[in-house]
Nanobody
Framework: QVQQVESGGGLVQAGGSLRLSCAVS????????LAWFRRAPGKEREFVAR????????YYADSVKGRFTISRDNAKNTMYLQMNSLKIEDTAVYYCNIVFPRTNIVPSRQTWGQGTQVTVSS
């Protein structure tokens, strides 16, 4: 089973930047499609971005397109999310996980990590 640990969250002012990391173990990292999700207070968890195993294809939710960049370093078994021009509505706990290729669906066997809190203030 793949396990993932998110880090890099924090408190930032609107317009600022943060870089999240997702360290992955226990699976075939370089062939796995990975994704970032987030859960804002009182809301359901939502998809943010995903990246193929090779890193050559990425896909973003409309709400973050042009501001966030997903990337990965297969040598380090780590995925990243560079978040720029942060908005108050980006405040959420951010999670990473594997997904089925070309989907935002997490395999049912997968568990979720603790996530990392991102708080954007005015």
């Amino acid at each position: 089973q793949v396990q993932q640990v998110e880090s890099g969250g924090g408190l930032v002012q609107a317009g600022g930047s943060l870089r999240l990391s997702c360290a992955v173990s226990g699976g075939a990292f370089s062939t796995s499609t990975l994704a970032w999700f987030r859960r804002a207070p009182g809301k359901e968890r939502e998809f943010v971005a995903r990246i193929t195993g090779s890193g050559d294809t990425t896909y973003y939710a409309d709400s973050v397109k042009g501001r966030f960049t997903i990337s990965r370093d297969n040598a380090k078994n780590t995925m990243y999310l560079q978040m720029n021009s942060l908005k108050i509505e980006d405040t959420a706990v951010y999670y990473c996980n594997i997904v089925f290729p070309r989907t935002n669906i997490v395999p049912s066997r997968q568990t979720w990590g603790q996530g990392t809190q991102v708080t954007v203030s005015s």
